[in-house]
Nanobody, 125 residues
Framework: QVQLVESGGGSVQSGGSLRLSCAAS????????MGWFRQAPGKEREGVAA???????SYADSVKGRFTISQDNAKNTLYLQMNSLKPEDTAMYYC???????????????????WGQGTQVTVSS
């Protein structure tokens, strides 16, 4: 079965950096679309960055120029490099996966059936 395990979260000061990882197993990694989502307390889960099976990427406007999504197909691992972190980036970050997600739906929560347990990112001012 599909399993997604996130790691790399932590506490940093504003302006700092973190790199999140998502280790995937149980399916043919390269054939799936992958996404990073986040959910702050009292808010809806929102798409942050995603990559489709062709390698095309999509980013939320709030993170463009600061976050970079990448993957290592040989290691079945998805990454999210987060630079210039802001307090408003504080949230639980989740990895998601599914097949056949249209590009314009990559950042929609409902496009994915498989989710990890999340990793907490806290940015202090």
């Amino acid at each position: 079965q599909v399993q997604l395990v996130e790691s790399g979260g932590g506490s940093v000061q504003s302006g700092g950096s973190l790199r999140l990882s998502c280790a995937a197993s149980g399916y043919t990694y390269s054939s799936y679309c992958m996404g990073w989502f986040r959910q702050a307390p009292g808010k809806e889960r929102e798409g942050v960055a995603a990559i489709d099976s062709d390698g095309s990427t999509s980013y939320a406007d709030s993170v463009k120029g600061r976050f970079t999504i990448s993957q290592d197909n040989a290691k079945n691992t998805l990454y999210l490099q987060m630079n210039s972190l802001k307090p408003e980036d504080t949230a639980m970050y989740y990895c998601a996966a599914d097949r056949g997600v249209p590009y314009w739906w990559l950042l929609l929560r409902g496009s994915y059936n498989y989710w990890g347990q999340g990793t907490q990112v806290t940015v202090s001012s």
